[in-house]
């Protein structure tokens, strides 16, 4: 008969971690993350100085901004190199990779949650187009984040005639999971998790690899009644921390929000929004989306875009998913984002995203740091900082259309409407329309070559992707396109020959 799972306390499951392992953690933001486990790992560092010379892989950010998830794991010594998707919730971290004190890697979120699965069957990679002539690519650097950085683990393969990017594989030797309930026998359960993400690939992974892996759950119970809700069997779990609710929040912003976790349709945790640029905004993308419409919404001002939809009724109308799993419902904000208010389902991250990749998304609504004469676009580096790519692009690329969201200028703008026009009360301090991007994370002519249908909305003015670049399409009533717009670039766009005034809403 197989072992059961030891149970025991968090500091004795992380004496078992050896030096020099690659250590796998799940989670998305806060949700998902064994917070109990990654804090008792940092312990035993500063109190032993061991384990060293740890591989940290992870595919989602986990973080606050300030201690806690992969914060961490960010000391000189307990760690040598990082392989994740999102840099920008885990600073102390990025500090690291921006010092040149640790490698750093960056691939997309959707690549390395599916990678999981490939490591965990001993394949040698994933092949995908995701990434192509992107900062990811061999061509561009290979997502290596500093000098120290020097190893290939992305390269490219031509296949068929055509250009791919392989991913390679790389043992995982310790998987770092969390849970809500396990059985005497180690068999996980997530009833009260606002996601599935990639627990079991990361316990496949080391598992098959000879490693161990550690679940962090809320209780253990004597028997679990349905077996399909088992998302983890027992088998694969060689120790159980129970947390007790203990560093088991929800997510990083809540405790438990039963909504993240249940089906219906009350859309109150939807914000109002009053007039800004970024009702403007939000108005002028969601006329982008259909009815039918399966719809991904990006972190920050796409938020928005459910906010105007719940106020002009139109929220039934389409499907809104995440990343991490969740289809329908409202995705969550903050540090809860990656769960949805009342959703219809939820998937495994790694599942998403094969949808995703598939071409299954009708629309992408997306942030946009930087957009540059061709339409392409820098997400992650910024302001002497590097946020890392995410799941951006994964759904960049795969999009049938897609509407990136901007402020035409970034930093403290004001706008007001008077009398049906738009007048901008306070400029932005900083372009985001430029020359030259810091870094490449969509690119414009490969969007083009794949016939995507791509829009750049600002609260003053719509450009619409074209084989030679960006064409000016609509403008805001009381807007002034010299001083307004083209002066405010750092480049001359195409104009189209009759421009169409941008609709400002209006629902007072």
């Known amino acids: 008969m197989r072992a059961k799972a030891l149970i025991t306390t968090a500091d004795e499951a992380v004496a078992a971690i050896p030096s020099g392992a690659t250590v796998a953690v799940g989670g998305f933001v806060g949700a998902g993350h064994p917070e109990m486990l990654t804090a008792a790992l940092e312990r035993r560092f500063l109190k032993e100085g061991t384990p060293q010379d740890l591989t940290l892989f992870y595919c989602a950010g986990q973080g606050d901004r300030g201690e806690r998830g992969l914060n961490h794991f960010a000391h000189r010594g307990l760690i040598r190199r990082v392989v994740g998707g999102h840099w920008n919730l885990a600073p102390r971290l990025g500090a690291l990779a921006l010092a040149n004190e640790i490698e750093a890697y960056n691939f997309p979120q959707g690549v390395l949650s599916v990678l999981l699965r490939e490591i965990a069957a001993k394949r040698p990679g994933i092949f995908t187009q995701v990434g192509l002539n992107t900062f990811i690519d061999p061509m561009n650097g290979g997502g290596r984040l500093n000098a120290r950085t020097t190893e290939d683990l992305v390269e490219r393969a031509e296949i068929d005639g055509q250009v791919w990017l392989r991913y390679k594989s790389m043992p995982v030797n310790v998987g770092l999971i969390r849970a809500t309930s396990a059985d005497t026998r180690g068999n996980l359960t997530m009833e009260r998790e606002g996601l599935i993400g990639e627990v079991l690939p990361i316990a496949q992974a080391a598992k098959n690899h000879g490693g161990i892996v550690i679940a962090q759950v809320e209780k253990i119970v004597d028997q679990i009644e349905d077996p399909k809700a088992v998302r983890v069997p027992g088998m694969l779990v060689d120790y159980l921390v129970v947390s007790g609710g203990k560093e088991h929040d929800q997510t990083f912003g809540e405790v438990f929000n039963s909504a993240y976790v249940s089906t219906g349709h009350d859309t109150s945790a939807v914000p109002v929004l009053g007039f800004s640029e970024r009702q403007i905004i939000g108005t002028r993308a969601l006329q982008e ?43 969550a904000s903050g540090l809860s984002f990656g769960c949805s208010h009342f959703p219809e389902a939820i998937v495994d991250q790694p599942s998403q995203f094969d949808f995703y990749d598939g071409g299954g998304l009708d629309l992408a609504v997306l942030g946009a740091v930087e957009v540059d004469p061709e339409g392409s676009v820098n997400v992650t580096r910024f302001a002497g900082r590097f946020a890392g790519v995410g799941g951006f692009m994964n759904i960049a690329q795969s999009a049938r259309r897609l509407v990136f969201c901007c402020s035409f200028r970034a930093g403290e703008i ?74 405010q670039m750092e480049f001359a766009p195409q104009i189209a020959s009759s421009l169409q005034p941008m609709l400002l809403p209006d629902f007072s």
Not at 301 to 314: H, I, N
Not at 326 to 331: A, E, L, M, Q
Not at 429 to 448: D, I, R, W, Y
């Open 289 to 331: 989306v259909r009815p039918g419409d399966i719809v991904n919404l990006g972190i920050g001002l796409p938020e928005t875009v459910a906010a105007v939809a719940a106020q002009t009724g139109r929220l039934a109308e389409f499907t809104l998913t995440v990343e991490s799993g969740p289809i329908g419902g409202v995705p």
């Open 414 to 487: 004001e706008v007001a409407r008077e009398g049906g026009q738009l007048r901008i009360v306070k400029e932005g301090k900083h372009p985001k329309f430029v020359n030259q991007l810091q870094e490449v994370c969509f690119h414009g002519p490969s969007a083009m070559a794949r016939g995507q249908q791509v829009l750049y909305v600002t609260e003053r003015a719509v450009f619409e992707l074209t084989p030679s670049g960006l064409r000016l399409i609509e403008i805001a009533p009381g807007i002034d396109l010299r001083r307004e717009v083209l002066e």
